[in-house]
């Protein structure tokens, strides 16, 4: 009997006291929306404003220490006239594909190659992974050393090969250039695609390989018929990730040649940033940076779709 | 359709040998069973004729042909995995007709072969499903469908039921078994459980750290074990083991003794056992062969024994008894009217005793 006094006077105290801010929480609605708040106000201040703002600054005429007027299109229309804008926007494409396609054939391998069992398996898959850990200005610095006209360890290793007589300029020569960005860019991006396969590799049965095997298929035709479509989905997002990153991507071509020689290797990252920053014409630089918007939007929604269709199959 | 052969099969992995001078012959058309606990080398030994596992040595014989460096493709048999390896992302048709299409069947072939097993299988309905629309039952049965559409020389099975409750493996059981006497294909199926062994193999063989224990017809290998390890295997619930000396009294009559069990040797049985007189042998004795006894009984078959735990089955009452310093299991029939510590006695089956060697456990 007391005991149970107890219990019904306790209830009732609590339900008295409590705070009119816990009463709106049991709300699920009001709960959900203080729950999203901080991930709001994280997007909000760091992707929504920056992002706005940038498209506010291409429609004025701003520059440092102007405020500038808005100035409509006139941006995005000078852009069209702009030789160099438009040798980046190529280089852009070229370099996003061309990289895209050998980062993946390249690291498709090698994750088809680690996902085989040998000694020294778990230390090979660390040590695959150095270029992609390095700081990429660090290791952009050395490749920069490498290609260097004068003291490139690569000429000399050609040259003691006998299978050049002439140095090459690797960075000086406006197609080389390009081509040299594009190695090292390849050269880091391999282990991201290797590592994610392979990770992707490993949710596929193995006895799928042995069933295929008694069916009939011979190694490639394993690969062809069981791996690759099962493997779809995975690259699929690899490929989303590498293509939204390299057509963005602006710290190897800035530290390996600056968008030089003659703005032979400029991105719309680099181009965006020289003009912007470097010639202090912000709203062009906006202008030059939002341009690459229409393009990944594109890329992302065919992606997505793409890998939903996949997954649904 | 063919005879299978293997001979004095090995395999080493990394310095362990898994699986130790295998000899069988399994007969064209037959239903072989290899069963043994898990890391027995059964599933290593079955991978060894798939082609999926390399032959350390010793040789392997599908039709009289050598085929140990014939690649799995080119052995013309057919394989169930534990996990069904149905391809996840092709529906039930497409998976099993890939065989087929490797092979380069025509598509009027593929379609009457694969049509014809959806039907044996009773999977029609579910062709066009893709392998996770499917219950576990159903994938087994595609996965079966798999094997049958190739028409090969030998079924291999991996532990193709282990996935499955236990009511559907009982059914699978049964259909797996029809199938195989309407085929007649050679069929060499990998189980660790002694029931689906006994119930599916024309003969089974027993393995145990690599090594072949017993070859023989089901009732065989039950009714007189090789040795102590098959004794225990085969039969559920186990066979109960105990510990004797066996000792000669003044008129030449053979005992077995321990501290709970003093039980005069049977003529027949004291014949095997006179040379081993003073020494210290294993009595096997299977829990049906126990039963409670009546007062015609002799006492000198008989043991008294503590009950422990009574388990109710319906058609009969499992007994866990304390025999002297052991434990063992009765199965006796279901009036007896047996309660936790109670007192009993429990008569022995004269002509079902088992003895095994002391050092060596094979039977004797």
Same mark, same amino acid.
């Given at each position: 009997?007391?005991?149970?006094?107890?219990?019904?006077?306790?209830?009732?105290?609590?339900?008295?006291?409590?705070?009119?801010?816990?009463?709106?929480?049991?709300?699920?609605?009001?709960?959900?929306?203080?729950?999203?708040?901080?991930?709001?106000?994280?997007?909000?201040?760091?992707?929504?404003?920056?992002?706005?703002?940038?498209?506010?600054?291409?429609?004025?005429?701003?520059?440092?220490?102007?405020?500038?007027?808005?100035?409509?299109?006139?941006?995005?229309?000078?852009?069209?006239?702009?030789?160099?804008?438009?040798?980046?926007?190529?280089?852009?494409?070229?370099?996003?594909?061309?990289?895209?396609?050998?980062?993946?054939?390249?690291?498709?391998?090698?994750?088809?190659?680690?996902?085989?069992?040998?000694?020294?398996?778990?230390?090979?898959?660390?040590?695959?992974?150095?270029?992609?850990?390095?700081?990429? /200005?660090?290791?952009?610095?050395?490749?920069?050393?490498?290609?260097?006209?004068?003291?490139?360890?690569?000429?000399?290793?050609?040259?003691?090969?006998?299978?050049?007589?002439?140095?090459?300029?690797?960075?000086?020569?406006?197609?080389?250039?390009?081509?040299?960005?594009?190695?090292?860019?390849?050269?880091?991006?391999?282990?991201?695609?290797?590592?994610?396969?392979?990770?992707?590799?490993?949710?596929?049965?193995?006895?799928?390989?042995?069933?295929?095997?008694?069916?009939?298929?011979?190694?490639?035709?394993?690969?062809?018929?069981?791996?690759?479509?099962?493997?779809?989905?995975?690259?699929?997002?690899?490929?989303?990730?590498?293509?939204?990153?390299?057509?963005?991507?602006?710290?190897?071509?800035? /530290?390996?040649?600056?968008?030089?020689?003659?703005?032979?290797?400029?991105?719309?990252?680099?181009?965006?940033?020289?003009?912007?920053?470097?010639?202090?014409?912000?709203?062009?630089?906006?202008?030059?940076?939002?341009?690459?918007?229409?393009?990944?939007?594109? /890329?992302?929604? /065919?992606?997505?779709?793409?890998?939903?269709?996949?997954?649904?199959? | !359709?063919?005879?299978?052969?293997?001979?004095? &099969? %090995? *395999?080493?992995?990394?310095?362990?040998?898994?699986?130790?001078?295998?000899? &069988?012959?399994?007969?064209?058309?037959?239903?072989?069973?290899?069963?043994?606990?898990?890391?027995?080398?059964?599933?290593?030994?079955?991978? !060894?004729?798939?082609?999926?596992?390399?032959?350390?040595?010793?040789?392997?014989?599908? $039709?009289?042909?050598?085929? %140990?460096?014939?690649?799995?493709?080119?052995?013309?048999?057919?394989?169930?995995?534990?996990?069904?390896?149905?391809?996840?992302?092709? %529906?039930?048709?497409?998976?099993?007709?890939?065989?087929?299409?490797?092979?380069?069947?025509?598509?009027?072939?593929?379609? =009457?072969?694969?049509?014809?097993?959806?039907?044996?299988?009773?999977?029609?309905? @579910?062709? #066009?499903?893709?392998?996770? @629309?499917?219950?576990?039952?159903?994938?087994?049965?595609?996965?079966?469908?798999?094997?049958?559409?190739?028409?090969?020389?030998?079924? &291999?099975?991996?532990?193709?039921?282990?996935?499955?409750?236990?009511? &559907?493996?009982?059914? !699978?059981?049964?259909?797996?078994?029809?199938?195989?006497?309407?085929?007649?294909?050679?069929?060499?199926?990998?189980?660790?459980?002694?029931?689906?062994?006994?119930?599916?193999?024309?003969?089974?063989?027993?393995?145990?750290?690599?090594?072949?224990?017993?070859? $023989?017809?089901?009732?065989?290998?039950?009714?007189?074990?090789? %040795?102590?390890?098959?004794?225990?295997?085969? $039969?559920?619930?186990?066979?109960?083991?105990?510990?004797?000396?066996?000792?000669?009294? =003044?008129?030449?009559?053979?005992?077995?003794?321990?501290?709970?069990?003093?039980? *005069?040797?049977? =003529?027949?049985?004291?014949?095997?056992?006179?040379?081993?007189?003073?020494?210290?042998?294993?009595? $096997?004795?299977?829990?049906?062969?126990?039963?409670?006894?009546?007062?015609?009984?002799?006492?000198?078959?008989?043991?008294?024994?503590?009950?422990?735990?009574?388990? *109710?089955?319906?058609?009969?009452?499992?007994?866990?008894?304390?025999?002297?310093?052991?434990?063992?299991?009765?199965?006796?029939?279901?009036?007896?009217?047996?309660?936790?510590?109670?007192?009993?006695?429990?008569?022995?089956?004269?002509?079902?005793?088992?003895?095994?060697?002391?050092?060596? #456990?094979?039977?004797?």
């Amino acid at each position: 009997m007391a005991v149970s006094d107890v219990t019904t006077s306790d209830t009732y105290a609590v339900s008295v006291r409590r705070w009119p801010i816990t009463r709106l929480l049991e709300d699920e609605r009001w709960l959900a929306f203080v729950l999203l708040l901080p991930t709001l106000v994280l997007l909000g201040l760091f992707i929504a404003y920056p992002f706005v703002k940038g498209v506010e600054l291409s429609v004025t005429d701003a520059k440092v220490g102007v405020p500038g007027s808005f100035v409509g299109m006139q941006n995005f229309a000078l852009l069209l006239n702009d030789s160099i804008f438009r040798v980046a926007v190529w280089n852009t494409v070229v370099y996003t594909a061309v990289t895209t396609v050998f980062k993946l054939a390249l690291g498709l391998w090698l994750a088809l190659l680690l996902n085989r069992n040998f000694k020294g398996k778990a230390f090979t898959r660390a040590f695959i992974l150095l270029p992609f850990i390095i700081p990429t /200005v660090l290791s952009t610095f050395a490749w920069k050393w490498m290609f260097d006209p004068t003291f490139s360890v690569i000429n000399w290793t050609l040259f003691r090969l006998g299978l050049i007589g002439t140095r090459i300029n690797w960075l000086g020569d406006p197609s080389l250039a390009l081509i040299s960005v594009i190695i090292v860019n390849i050269w880091r991006g391999v282990p991201f695609y290797a590592i994610s396969l392979l990770a992707g590799l490993q949710t596929i049965n193995p006895e799928l390989q042995d069933a295929a095997a008694i069916d009939g298929a011979r190694p490639w035709q394993r690969f062809w018929y069981v791996t690759w479509p099962l493997l779809l989905p995975v690259t699929m997002v690899v490929v989303l990730f590498s293509v939204i990153q390299t057509f963005a991507d602006f710290q190897l071509v800035y /530290v390996l040649t600056g968008g030089g020689p003659a703005n032979a290797t400029h991105l719309f990252a680099t181009y965006a940033y020289q003009i912007g920053v470097g010639t202090g014409l912000l709203s062009q630089g906006a202008a030059i940076s939002l341009a690459m918007f229409p393009v990944l939007l594109v /890329v992302v929604i /065919v992606q997505l779709l793409y890998i939903r269709r996949v997954e649904t199959l | !359709m063919a005879r299978v052969e293997i001979r004095n &099969l %090995n *395999k080493t992995f990394d310095g362990v040998h898994a699986v130790k001078d295998v000899n &069988l012959e399994i007969n064209d058309k037959e239903f072989v069973v290899l069963v043994g606990p898990s890391g027995c080398g059964k599933t290593t030994t079955l991978r !060894m004729v798939a082609g999926l596992e390399s032959i350390s040595s010793g040789e392997v014989l599908i $039709g009289d042909k050598v085929v %140990n460096e014939l690649p799995p493709m080119d052995r013309d048999i057919a394989m169930v995995f534990q996990n069904y390896a149905l391809y996840p992302h092709m %529906n039930v048709y497409d998976n099993m007709a890939f065989g087929l299409k490797m092979r380069r069947f025509g598509r009027a072939e593929i379609d =009457a072969r694969v049509k014809a097993a959806a039907e044996i299988l009773g999977i029609q309905a @579910q062709l #066009q499903r893709k392998p996770r @629309q499917l219950s576990g039952g159903q994938r087994q049965r595609v996965a079966l469908g798999r094997a049958i559409v190739r028409h090969p020389k030998v079924f &291999l099975f991996d532990e193709p039921l282990s996935n499955l409750d236990a009511k &559907l493996r009982v059914q !699978m059981r049964v259909e797996i078994k029809k199938i195989h006497a309407r085929l007649g294909t050679t069929a060499i199926y990998v189980t660790h459980d002694q029931v689906e062994a006994m119930t599916l193999g024309d003969r089974v063989v027993v393995m145990r750290d690599g090594v072949v224990q017993q070859v $023989g017809e089901p009732l065989e290998l039950y009714n007189a074990p090789a %040795n102590r390890f098959v004794a225990g295997f085969i $039969g559920s619930p186990a066979m109960n083991f105990a510990t004797v000396t066996i000792a000669a009294d =003044a008129d030449g009559l053979l005992w077995a003794n321990n501290e709970g069990i003093h039980i *005069k040797l049977p =003529a027949e049985v004291a014949g095997r056992l006179r040379k081993h007189v003073g020494e210290s042998v294993t009595l $096997g004795i299977r829990p049906e062969d126990l039963r409670a006894a009546a007062s015609s009984d002799a006492a000198d078959l008989a043991v008294d024994v503590i009950v422990e735990v009574v388990e *109710k089955l319906g058609s009969e009452i499992l007994l866990d008894v304390k025999v002297g310093p052991s434990t063992m299991v009765a199965a006796v029939e279901p009036t007896v009217r047996a309660k936790v510590h109670d007192q009993l006695r429990l008569a022995l089956n004269p002509d079902r005793l088992y003895f095994f060697d002391g050092a060596s #456990q094979a039977a004797i």
